[in-house]
């Protein structure tokens, strides 16, 4: 299911992160880096297979590990 309110918020974030949500952003967009779960669309933007999400916001999840395949610890 589609968690709206938290892809908002997301997008919200990454357009004026705190310090501390830049670094966990940071963290997780290394480890989608080399995940085999990525994908640059026709549009040039990566994103997540698993959820359809674009990376370079769902990074910015104020959610403890939204990662579809939980590899945001």
């Given at each position: 299911?589609?968690?709206?309110?938290?892809i908002?918020t997301?997008?919200?974030?990454?357009?004026?992160p705190?310090e501390?949500?830049?670094?966990?952003a940071?963290k997780r967009?290394?480890?989608?880096?080399?995940?085999?779960?990525?994908?640059k669309?026709?549009?040039?933007?990566?994103?997540?297979?698993?959820?359809?999400?674009?990376?370079?916001?769902?990074a910015?999840?104020?959610?403890?590990?939204?990662?579809?395949?939980?590899?945001?610890?």
């Amino acid at each position: 299911m589609v968690d709206v309110k938290e892809i908002l918020t997301a997008w919200a974030i990454s357009a004026n992160p705190t310090e501390g949500q830049a670094k966990v952003a940071a963290k997780r967009l290394s480890i989608c880096n080399s995940c085999e779960n990525k994908l640059k669309n026709r549009f040039g933007v990566t994103v997540c297979i698993e959820c359809g999400c674009v990376l370079s916001k769902k990074a910015f999840s104020p959610k403890e590990n939204p990662c579809p395949l939980k590899k945001w610890d």
